[in-house]
């Protein structure tokens, strides 16, 4: 079929590497991708969310303090664990770094496809179903991958890790599942969520090796810097971030798709959008903040109770849970902006899996209303719909509210009426 020849053509078959002409087309892709690399790594300019990543290794270096903006950092808002990796960005010029980091994440979003349909083939024993599904699943989704390598972000990599995390699981081993999350979360915290996973589907031989992860993570930065600043580093992460938002920050912007936004955007005046106003529920700030805190009382209490309810009855790993985990991260994150998505890539291929099996009117009605909305939002940006509309979206929260339906749709799906669980053990090894 017509989508099988486009993967194999798409995903590199190490089998095929001695034919010429694969070959040929291998090498013209990689140029392609040089091309995209360079052009849009030589864009980069300052102030942007690079930059940022760029000076944050540069002051790590330096032993520069990452949080007080020193260089043109603006608002640097991950660990200090992540600012020692960004030092590999500074040892290139900024343009450079960019060009180097646009190519990485081009590859990145080959491996993502590849990695989503491995795990796949852990669940489904029909490839065919699986490469339709994730063809259309890429095409759907590419709208954020896009908007990701035009802002040279991060967020393929934390996705990938977080791939890679579930299918060592699926594979039974821990070990490189608990090293990929906590490495994910010490880059940006949101992956936290995989951990909550990670200890309801793990032992105590899994707790152990989640902490002795995460003290290497504290640790090095400690080691490389020094104790004191060190400290001092930490101090500042949680005093300018997370502090912040555990005291009830919301960041109501039209393009921050968290369930915070969304509900602050309906029910306050836009005071950091001039001009726009997206107020339908005209609730006063107390109000507001109830209504938040209690909606993420419940998602995430809905969310451990479903962990709680497969580990209690030992149910096996199912791919729903994960596309659930990766909702709750959008949903309950402080920030989520449009980069952050790309993992829809993986939840609009669980609902195009599960989809197939759906025969009743009333299941059927419920799957064209998500391929509707899904569809929509696929083609929503400035370029398509102009600038004005792309607001609208944003502000009234078109992502937001098809996240949460999605949310509450696989929620009852994983807990009463998913069949779809871990079938086989062999499927693409790519961790030894």
């Keep these: 079929m017509w989508y099988d020849n486009l993967l194999r053509a798409v995903l590199i078959n190490p089998s095929r590497l001695k034919d010429g002409k694969y070959l040929a087309g291998l090498l013209g892709v990689l140029c392609v991708m040089v091309f995209i690399s360079i052009k849009q790594g030589m864009k980069m300019e300052m102030p942007g969310d690079f930059t940022v990543f760029w000076f944050a290794g540069k002051n790590f270096f330096l032993n520069n303090d990452l949080y007080s903006g020193i260089g043109g950092a603006r608002r640097y808002i991950y660990p200090p664990f992540a600012a020692m990796l960004f030092q590999v960005f500074a040892l290139f010029p900024l343009k450079t770094a960019a060009c180097l980091m646009t190519f990485v994440n081009l590859l990145l979003f080959f491996y993502a496809i590849y990695l ?141 798709h968290s369930l915070s936004s969304g509900i602050y955007k309906l029910s306050l005046p836009m005071s950091n959008e001039p001009g726009w106003d997206f107020n339908i529920l005209n609730l006063t700030q107390e109000m507001a903040k109830k209504v938040y805190f209690y909606s993420m009382v419940i998602l995430f209490g809905m969310f451990i109770a479903c962990l709680g309810y497969l580990k209690l009855m030992k149910k096996p790993i199912s791919f729903l849970e994960i596309a659930l985990i990766l909702l709750t991260t959008h949903l309950l994150s402080g920030i989520t902006w449009e980069y952050h998505l790309v993992s829809l890539l993986y939840i609009y291929i669980s609902l195009l899996i599960l989809a197939k099996d759906k025969q009743s009117l009333g299941s059927k009605a419920v799957i064209y209303f998500f391929y509707a909305i899904i569809f929509l939002n696929a083609l929503v940006g400035k370029d398509t719909v102009g600038s004005n509309l792309y607001h609208y979206f944003g502000g009234y929260g078109a992502l937001t509210w098809m996240m949460l339906l999605l949310f509450f749709y696989f929620w009852v799906e994983t807990m009463f009426n998913n069949h779809y669980r871990q079938l086989k053990f062999e499927g693409l090894d790519v961790i030894r």
């Design 116 to 256: 989503t349909r491995s795990i796949f083939e852990f669940f489904i024993e029909d490839k065919k179903r699986i490469n339709l599904a994730l063809v259309m699943a890429t095409v759907l989704s590419f709208r954020f991958f896009w908007y990701h390598f035009t802002f040279v972000q991060m967020n393929q990599l934390i996705f990938v890790l977080c791939l890679v995390g579930v299918l060592a699981m699926l594979k039974g081993k821990d070990t490189p599942a608990a090293i990929c999350f906590v490495v994910a979360t010490f880059i940006k915290v949101i992956p936290m969520f995989f951990l909550f996973w990670l200890v309801f589907r793990g032992n105590f031989k899994t707790y152990f090796k989640v902490l002795l992860t995460m003290a290497v993570c504290v640790l090095i930065p400690f080691l490389w810097r020094g104790f004191d600043m060190g400290l001092q580093d930490l101090r500042n992460y949680y005093t300018t971030f997370l502090e912040p938002f555990q005291q009830g920050r919301v960041e109501a912007e039209f393009h921050n």
